[in-house]
């Protein structure tokens, strides 16, 4: 490896010697939280308050028999300067970048909680998803032709390109649910369900749409990776941000608003195979929130845009919309066929985990194929409820 890997041991060494972080003092406590697939992640306390390092690791943390480019993380830091330009107070403060050793030293978020957790529990946080569709906006607006203008955006999308991260998606996403592949998981009681949907001409075409969509629709520098697991949320004082941007890239802005919209389907389906309905109802109503956050902030950035000429907003966000919509059903079935589970799903007993991947499928077909996909988004997730309900219910 040509670089050292941080350890608790050595991370109070490491902060003493960035200048970037001379203002936090000295160390007092070091703790290695790092849960998610790819990274080591230290929450740091500091005579002068507390800072998260991120570091990258050359593979893939839950399988380092996968290489996976160390770069991600000074691509990371650079998208995170950017959303915090466009989008402040909803994505945490970047305090450092360190090239050579691959770490990010972030703002510590340590008094919030991970969304994915929170849904997991029951719990309603008001607001989140209404914040995250204002991200979106933001971001979306901020990073386009319409913030940049036609030349300062195209200089960003050659100096944004993040390939290895992008394929890592074009593959777990959008291709290997779909074939036969050795990192798909499927359950026996799922394997109809997953070869009946995946095996679909009409789900086919719709996800290949959506592939080349992701690929070449270099619209904005989107988060890339904007599932429940991503956002920090927490009540008193009211905040929410969105994290861990190295999957970042241009992109399609509706690939964000789908992420999201795929993660509420998996949150939606764990309360309905428990039994609990109210839940299920609350968590799909946020699709409709973080729509109206995402719409309402991009009509009201829509005046500054570079160029006023010819570009109609109603047809941009009838645009997003429509890619939000397939995205949103892609996002939901790759976490119950592919690579990467998530806990809605992984930490139910098997014959409600069984239940709730079938009633997952049967949402996101409803998404890609149904008529209803081309309405509002209530409409729209009422009709998963319903789909949830009849395929997963009790
Ligand atoms: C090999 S990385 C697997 C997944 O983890 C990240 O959270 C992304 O969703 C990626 O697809
Ligand atoms: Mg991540």
Known sequence: MSYELLTVGTVPGYVAARPSLAGFGEVTRVREVGDGNLNLVFVV?????????????????????????????????????????????LVPALHDTDAERHVIAIEDLSDHQVWRGALNEGLRHD??????????????????VFGLGAK???????????????????????TEPYITHEHNRILPGNVADVAAYAGDPAVRAAIGAAKLAFMTHAEALIHGDLHTG??????????????????ACYGPVGFDLGALWGNYVL???????LGDSGHAAWVLAQAGETWQGFADEFAA???ERADPRVIDLDRYLAKVYGDAVAFGAAKAARRVIGFSSVSDIASLPEDLRVRAIRAVLAAARSLLVEEVRLGEPK????????????????
């Open 45 to 89: 306390e500091t005579t002068g308050g507390g800072l998260v390092l991120k570091q990258a690791l050359p593979y893939v943390r839950v399988d380092p028999t996968w290489p996976m480019t160390p770069e991600r993380n000074g691509i990371e830091g650079r998208a995170l300067r950017v959303h915090n330009t466009v989008a402040a107070g």
């Open 230 to 247: 991503s956002v920090l949320v927490r009540d008193e004082p009211h905040s929410t941000r969105a994290f861990d941007v190295e999957f």
């Open 127 to 144: 607001g989140v998803a209404h914040d995250l569709g204002r991200y979106v906006a933001k971001v979306g607006f901020g990073t386009s």
């Open 152 to 174: 300062a955006h195209k200089a960003a999308v050659a100096a944004s390109a993040n390939p290895e991260l992008c394929e890592i998606t074009e593959d777990l996403v959008f």
């Open 301 to 303: 950035l829509w005046p």
């Open 267 to 273: 949150a939606a389906a764990r309360a309905v195979a």
């Open 379 to 394: 409409p729209l997730f009422d009709r998963v409820g319903e789909v949830l309900a009849e395929v997963g219910g009790r």
